[in-house]
Nanobody, 122 residues
């Protein structure tokens, strides 16, 4: 069992930066792939970025590649998402997820946080 708690969301102007953090609890944290997804109003939840369980592989959605960076600290059981050069279209609720598969599909993740709102103004 893994519990996830996101923090770090907020309101920022276009071009600005935010850092999201996901704190995980549970003894098996190191065994899970960790991912970030987002969901904008009226849209489906979409993949943002993920880290495999060993921390050696990452994946990014095309829309955020080069602007967002995912990091993982197994000692601290945290997964962060550094978001730079933010755009209004990045506005969404951002969710942290943990799963047994390293995948870009939300269905591959077993555990989810409650989400944190990110709003980017133009």
């Amino acid at each position: 069992q893994v519990q996830l708690l996101e923090s770090g969301g907020g309101l920022v102007q276009a071009g600005g930066s935010l850092r999201l953090s996901c704190a995980a609890s549970g003894r098996t944290f190191r065994s899970y792939a960790m991912g970030w997804f987002r969901q904008a109003p009226g849209k489906e939840r979409e993949f943002v970025s993920a880290f495999n369980w060993g921390g050696s592989s990452t994946s990014y959605a095309k829309a955020v590649k080069g602007r967002f960076t995912i990091t993982r600290d197994n000692a601290k059981t945290t997964v962060d998402l550094q978001m730079n050069s933010l755009k209004p279209e990045d506005t969404a609720v951002y969710y942290c997820a943990a799963g047994e598969r390293f995948t870009t599909y939300a269905s591959g993740y077993n555990y989810w946080g409650q989400g944190t709102q990110v709003t980017v103004s133009s």
